[in-house]
């Protein structure tokens, strides 16, 4: 970017490169403290693996954390989705594969794919970034070219794309929630994952008894920051499928769409 003294960043990925792999592989044991009371991995704890497994690669890419405090840009989480097809529990392994995947309007697009111990798909994710200018509080769009990613050759892990979910039609009080600090994440404001928590405490723990959430989507509208008291609301919009709406006042910060099924 000529003229503000700033690095201009140009990634194309180099497919085999040792340092910079097009297809980033981790992989993940399940504790104790990711299960639920049946022993099965929490779908929250599974959108941390996911982040996890993002943050590791952008870090080898070259734009993690490090760079993007020093060239005033962070990552936003806008929208993201997942689909788990099998239960993983406690004691098993799992294998996240991720990469940058597309880019649509001005958000960057990174796919996930989960394997387990054997090499099988037991699911897949997306995600919806935005690539933000911290000083100027504004996106970067992707159409500037501040980033490249050379992704035409691998297909799509997660078929389809995330718009907007509907609004809920019934906001009722259900819950509430006071962010603490340990909510807090890098930027300062509420961890993705407590997002997640705090949608999926809504749902009736005698219904989880039964059921596990094979789909979750989730848009982040708003910041939450210290303090700050969350109200949440849930709204069953067809058998099976949850509408959930973490606000804060009158502000909607997050909506997330859960769809379970029979175990």
């Not at 239960?87 to 387990?116: C, H, M, V």
């Not at 933000?132 to 078929?159: C, M, Q, S, W």
Request: include cysteine.
């Amino acid at each position: 970017m000529p003229g503000d003294g700033r690095q201009r960043i140009q990634m194309v990925i180099k497919v085999g490169s040792n340092t910079s792999p097009k297809i980033y592989t981790e992989i993940f044991k399940i504790h104790t403290y990711e299960v639920d009371l049946h022993n099965r991995l929490t779908i929250q704890s599974l959108a941390q693996f996911l982040q996890e497994a993002a943050s590791n690669h952008a870090a080898l890419l070259g734009f993690g954390v490090e760079f993007l405090l020093k060239n005033n840009r962070t990552w936003v989480l806008s929208r993201m989705a997942i689909k788990i097809d099998n239960l993983i529990s406690l004691g098993e392994t799992i294998t996240i594969k991720t990469w940058p995947a597309d880019t649509e309007k001005l958000f960057y697009i990174r796919d996930f794919q989960i394997e387990n111990s054997k090499g099988g798909v037991i699911g897949n994710a997306t995600s919806y970034w935005i690539f933000l200018d911290t000083e100027k509080r504004r996106p970067v769009h992707p159409a500037k070219g501040e980033l490249v990613f050379n992704y035409d050759d691998i297909p799509r892990a997660y078929i389809g794309s995330l718009g907007k979910l509907p609004a809920p039609k019934i906001v009722s009080h259900l819950k509430e929630f006071n962010v603490r600090y340990s909510d807090l994440d890098l930027n300062i404001h509420v961890n993705n994952i407590r997002y997640i928590e705090w949608g999926l405490e809504g749902i009736d723990p005698a219904y989880k008894e039964s059921h596990l959430p094979g789909t979750i989507e989730i848009n982040f509208l708003n910041e939450a920051k210290y303090g700050d008291e969350v109200g949440l609301s849930i709204e069953e919009i067809s058998a099976g499928t949850f509408l959930h709406s973490l606000f804060i006042d009158n502000t909607e910060i997050c909506r997330i769409k859960s769809v379970w099924k029979n175990i």
